[in-house]
């Protein structure tokens, strides 16, 4: 029987990312995935934003998606534009890079962790007691696992086995993606109309990248090259004699989210947790931070570190994340719309995203800068993204992101040692002596007082904030870090 301490259903982005975070803190983890290969079918996602670089950058891979990709002002509320340039991070901008490209590069981090990736396999079912989850596979060879998550998309076998409830919204508008020929020159760009969106592309090998909203929602069946000519006949008065579609798919505004990302055992990631609509480029980006944040703490309660209620701060920190971005979602699909009355409130939108203020506080949401953790009271920087400074320490400047590469915690200290002996925590938190003498910004919220000292989860975001004594430093550890 194959066992492992974690196997992760499905290899895509958010799939990847969780093996990656479990391999580099040691656990033993593999992934089941259906596909044969990691070749994406069809057009899914189009970029990283901004977070999620920073993200890739605290382990030191963010390079390998900057070299393949483009960098650009992506972030948008309802393709309306929203630049920031202006925000203090080393990524001002997102990065266009097709999903493909994304899983490609991910998959090799995560074959350079030597993960084992069972491919061509499909897990049908499981079954969980108090020390384990029986994995049952459709080729019936048996597999066990200490933990299983499901990161198997929007329609999560394990979240239907688990019976976890999907509550939200059913579809309200219906589009096609497609990438196919076209006889005649098409009119390139993107366009609403009575109808919805819909865009034509020229890809990189020649073809057209087609995306139509459709009159109907409620499709039954896959989509056919049939349907891609009436709904193209519908925006364009014209199908430009379409042929030769090398992928057509469909997807919806259905927005839906898990009510729990955890049953004992099994924990749900990415899509499988939350469905909504593609606008603003979300989905794939949430589905990775899901996993950095999964990561470290589903670590620590397999190697008993830490007790497994843990894993409640998983639901309590990244369910709330995925709900505001499932109505940003909502409210971008409504913009979208058309007759007058919504290009008016467009207009509208457009100017107010014009001033600083709203433009900084959209943007932050949009490029997941902003992300605040509720972590209690206290300074500005508790719950937030740590910034990644250039700190000069006794082993010369180092910036903040390379000390998470590992994927370890740091306790930064940029007062006078204080003598504490954290060596109870010293295989999980790294303690470093630096001096930073820059200011302290956060995108949207601006400069904030110096801190005395940070303990830094390996996540990158702030676990606790020194004044220039111990003072909480110890509970803060033992929280997160399980007991001395
Ligand atoms: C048209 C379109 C455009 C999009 N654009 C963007 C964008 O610009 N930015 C963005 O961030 N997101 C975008 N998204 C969303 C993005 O594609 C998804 O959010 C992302 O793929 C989710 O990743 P995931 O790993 O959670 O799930 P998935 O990518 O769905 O991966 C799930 C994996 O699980 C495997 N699997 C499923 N069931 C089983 C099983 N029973 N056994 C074994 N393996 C299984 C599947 O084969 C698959 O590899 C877009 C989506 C669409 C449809």
């Known amino acids: 029987m194959a066992e492992h301490a974690v196997v992760v259903v499905g290899g895509g982005p958010t799939g990847l990312m969780l093996a990656g975070e479990l391999a580099l803190a040691g656990v033993d983890v593999a992934i089941v995935e259906r596909r044969a290969s990691q070749e994406v079918v069809g057009s899914r996602a ?18 390998r998606f900057l070299s393949q990709g483009k960098v650009a002002q992506v972030a948008g509320f309802a393709w309306i534009r929203l630049d920031i340039s202006d925000f203090p991070t080393r990524h001002n901008y997102g990065l266009g890079l097709r999903q493909n490209d994304i899983e490609r590069i991910l998959a090799g981090w995560v074959d350079e962790l030597e993960v084992p990736i069972y ?15 029986d994995v049952e596979l459709a080729d019936h060879r048996p597999m066990r696992a200490q933990y299983l998550v499901g990161c198997d998309g929007g329609r999560s076998l394990i979240r239907k086995a688990a019976g976890i409830e999907f509550a939200g919204w059913d579809p309200s508008t219906s589009s096609l993606i497609a990438q196919v020929e076209m006889a005649e020159e098409p009119n390139w760009g993107m366009g609403r109309d009575a109808i919805g969106v819909h865009s034509l592309a020229r890809l990189e090998d020649g073809r057209v990248g087609v995306m139509v909203s459709e009159r109907d929602v409620g499709h039954p069946g896959d989509p056919t090259l049939g349907d891609l000519s009436k709904a193209l006949i519908a925006h364009y008065g014209t199908d430009y004699g379409v042929h030769s579609p090398t992928s057509i798919s469909r997807f919806t505004d259905m927005t839906r989210q898990a009510a729990s990302y955890r049953v004992r055992r099994v924990i749900l990631a990415g899509d499988a947790a939350h469905v909504h609509y593609p606008v603003g480029g979300q989905g794939l980006n949430i589905g990775v931070q899901d996993a950095v944040n999964l990561g470290w703490k589903l670590a620590a309660v397999v190697k008993e570190t830490s007790p497994e209620s843990l894993l409640d701060t998983y639901h309590s920190e990244r369910h709330p994340v995925a709900a505001r971005v499932l109505r940003t979602t909502m409210a971008q699909t409504a913009l979208l719309g058309s007759g007058e009355r919504i290009d008016a409130l ?4 457009t100017e107010l995203l014009g001033m600083d203020e ?25 719950g937030r993204r740590m910034p990644d400074l250039d700190v000069a320490t006794a082993a010369g400047t180092v910036r903040v992101f390379s000390l998470l590469h590992d994927a370890h915690a740091v ?52 676990a606790w904030v020194g004044d220039g004594t111990d003072t909480g430093l110890r509970e803060a550890l033992t929280t997160w870090f399980g007991s001395s």
């Not at 709203?358 to 508790?382: E, N, Q, V």
């Not at 630096?434 to 000292?453: H, I, M, N, T």
């Open 411 to 462: 306790l930064l200290n940029f007062g006078k040692p204080w003598g504490l002996d954290i060596s109870p925590w010293a295989n999980r938190v790294l303690a470093v002596d630096g001096k930073y003498a820059g200011a302290w910004e956060l995108p949207v919220l601006g400069q904030v007082a110096a801190p005395a000292a940070v303990l830094i989860r390996p996540d990158g975001y702030v």
């Open 346 to 349: 467009r207009e509208t939108m």
């Open 46 to 63: 189009g970029g990283l934003h901004s977070r999620t670089i920073e993200v890739l950058d605290q382990r030191g891979i963010a390079d």
């Open 119 to 133: 491919r061509d396999r499909e897990v049908t079912g499981f079954a969980q007691d108090d020390t384990g989850v």
């Open 358 to 382: 709203p433009r900084k506080w959209l943007a932050g949401m949009m490029s997941g800068l902003d992300i605040h953790y509720d972590l209690g009271a206290g300074h500005p920087l508790l």
